[in-house]
């Protein structure tokens, strides 16, 4: 398998960003919080799309997504449509 180059590392961690941070917030604010919730992962996937996984669990080895969201956001983190919509489950 070919290696990456040094400008496409292998397994890359996701930096956690402020904007990131304000998308996961909204996000747990309209759904509500899960009793088990470890993490909330906003994933960028262009330029103001976001995959939002709420990951749940005793710990991070039997963890799971519970939910799952792909967003719009605009340019200060507003969300502006989510697939599927986000409801108060929690």
């Known amino acids: 398998m070919p290696k990456a180059s ?3 590392p292998e397994n890359e961690p996701i930096a956690a960003t402020p904007l ?3 998308i996961g917030r909204q996000v747990i604010r309209s759904l509500g919080t ?3 919730l470890l993490k909330v ?3 960028p996937v262009g330029a103001d799309h976001y995959r939002v996984n709420i990951v749940t ?3 991070f080895a039997t963890g799971k997504i519970a ?3 792909f ?3 605009d340019a200060k983190g507003k969300i ?3 697939t599927p919509q986000i409801v108060k489950l929690y």
């Open 80 to 82: 502006v449509s989510s």
């Open 67 to 69: 939910n799952s969201f």
């Open 20 to 22: 990131n941070d304000l």
């Open 71 to 73: 967003l719009t956001a």
């Open 57 to 59: 669990g005793k710990d």
């Open 6 to 8: 040094p400008d496409e």
């Open 41 to 43: 992962r906003v994933h």
């Open 34 to 36: 899960p009793k088990d």
